[in-house]
């Protein structure tokens, strides 16, 4: 038998804790500052580290929070530390992070107008804020995913449920000879595979077509597969352009592709998943040029807009199809506002919807444009100057133009044939690994044509100049340090 009364933590208990929370984690920016930017648990010790089973009676906060610090805390690799450089960093500021607490708080389930009035009117808002900073057209209706993940899914289903409605009732299997095919660069993000996957489309049904000298989709090669495809009988559906691809941040040619996807009538979605905020600088609206004759676009605020993980900005000029595509109430979820209102549920195959509107709109409150703009700016800069101190060095070599926040670069050693790319790969691979073991940074990696790049991408908030030198020198000494192949 429980002596504790049933109910929430009592109102006193919440404040304190509150409070001890947030002291917490204010001195938990400064201390992790000294600890490595990737953990270095091993597999599994997270794990070992705690028990099996829930306990039996209730504990204290105060207690949970010491063993969060005292186990989980080196387990966090550190997303937010000025010293993140891998992948895409995630886009974090401590506004943010306070209005996604606010969100949980105050428990807002967005997936009717009724159920949250607040969340669905503020998301429409919000994004016509996003839309005019960054440029994209009236026409386009926008919604809040988790992940551009998400958005593709979304995108492609809309694209099938024009081209064929009734795969909506009899599936595709009932469709007949002749596969739909969707076409993305070869550099295109492995969502719009699995997107392919998850509608059924089939995996061999996405063609992925070759990138110029700088990475970019050719457009001829798109027409000519789009053509051999017909030829073989099958329908060509959509096409994915990518502007800011994943391993180097190049951007496909979006007035061709949208020329033809005219012409041949397909879905164009345009993944901006990452260098989409940079359109907001007047100086970078060239990137997304030919998106206003998209059907989808995609751009993830969590990405480089300091929005905390997650939220994912999904635009569409065809919302109607995704609706007719998706929608389906219940009994138990119609409402007599239903015509005069947004349901979200209808724009997704996801019923229920976190208030992720809330924290764009701290963030683009508390920062505003201009501040967004210069903090963008200082990340453009900050990967120039590390692109400039590569091309300076005869021992590296940049492998991209630099279009954003993202440099490619590859190690080139004295002692090894540059025709060499296996030992150039190992080399590379050693020496990424050597600079990720000072704790310091964390880069990643990518492959580009057989070769082994290590990936800088700026876009951290707290990132400075001092981090980037800092990168920079240790990549600069273990470079020099290493042997050209490893010791037996
Ligand atoms: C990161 C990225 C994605 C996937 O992002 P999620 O929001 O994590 O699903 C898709 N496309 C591009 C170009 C990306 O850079």
Wanted: net charge negative.
């Amino acid at each position: 038998m429980t002596s504790t009364p049933p109910g929430d933590m009592p109102a006193d208990e919440f404040r304190d804790d509150g409070h001890r929370l947030v002291d917490w984690l204010a001195g938990y920016f400064q201390w992790s500052l000294d600890r490595p930017v990737l953990s270095r648990v091993e597999p599994g010790a997270i794990r070992a580290g705690l028990p099996a089973a829930a306990p039996e009676s209730g504990e204290p906060f105060e207690r949970i929070l010491q063993d969060f610090e005292r186990i989980l805390v080196p387990g966090l690799t550190q997303w937010n530390h000025p010293g993140y450089f891998a992948y895409f960093p995630c886009g974090f500021s401590s506004p943010g992070a306070l209005a996604d607490f606010l969100s949980t708080a105050v428990s807002q389930q967005a997936m009717l107008w009724r159920t949250s009035p607040a969340a669905t009117e503020l998301e429409e808002v919000v994004l016509g804020w996003l839309r005019r900073a960054i440029g994209v057209p009236d026409g386009f209706e926008g919604v809040i995913y988790d992940t551009a993940s998400t958005a593709v899914v979304h995108a492609l289903a809309a694209a099938r449920h024009e081209k064929a409605p009734e795969v909506r009732t009899r599936g595709l299997t009932g469709r007949g000879p002749g596969a739909f095919r969707v076409y993305c660069s070869e550099h295109a993000h492995s969502s719009v595979d699995k997107a392919v996957i998850v509608l059924g489309l089939g995996h061999e049904n996405l063609r992925r077509i070759p990138a110029d000298g700088e990475f970019r989709l050719q457009p001829d090669r798109l027409a000519a597969a789009i053509d051999d495809d017909r030829k073989a009988g099958h329908t060509p559906l959509a096409v994915v352009a990518t502007v800011g691809t994943t391993s180097v941040a190049s951007v496909d040619p979006v007035p061709a592709i949208a020329d033809l996807c005219a012409l041949e009538g397909l879905w164009l979605h345009v993944d901006a998943a990452y260098a989409g905020t940079a359109a907001i600088l007047p100086e970078c609206r060239w990137a997304i040029e030919g998106m206003e004759r998209a059907d989808s676009f995609v751009v993830n605020p969590h990405k480089w807009m300091f929005t905390p993980f997650d939220l994912s900005a999904f635009y569409c000029r065809k919302m109607d199809v995704l609706r007719a595509a998706f929608g389906l109430t219940p009994d138990y979820l119609k409402t007599p506002e239903s015509s005069e209102v947004r349901n979200l549920m209808d724009t997704g195959f996801q019923l229920g919807r976190r208030f992720r509107a809330l924290k764009l709109w701290v963030v683009m409150r508390y920062f505003g444009l201009e501040g967004i703009s210069t903090r963008l700016r200082e990340h453009l800069r900050l990967a120039r100057l590390f692109a400039d101190w590569v091309d300076e060095d005869a021992g590296f070599e940049r492998v991209a133009p630099v279009l954003f926040s993202v440099v490619g670069v590859r190690a080139l050693p004295h002692g090894l044939d540059r025709g060499d790319t296996a030992a150039l790969n190992a080399f590379n691979e050693r020496l990424l690994a050597a600079l990720n073991d000072t704790g310091e940074v964390f880069l990643s990696h990518t492959m580009l044509g057989g070769r082994y790049v290590i990936r800088f991408a700026v876009g951290n908030i707290r990132t400075t100049e001092a981090e980037v030198r800092r990168a920079w020198d240790r990549l600069r000494k273990l470079a020099a340090a290493l042997p050209p192949t490893p010791p037996p």
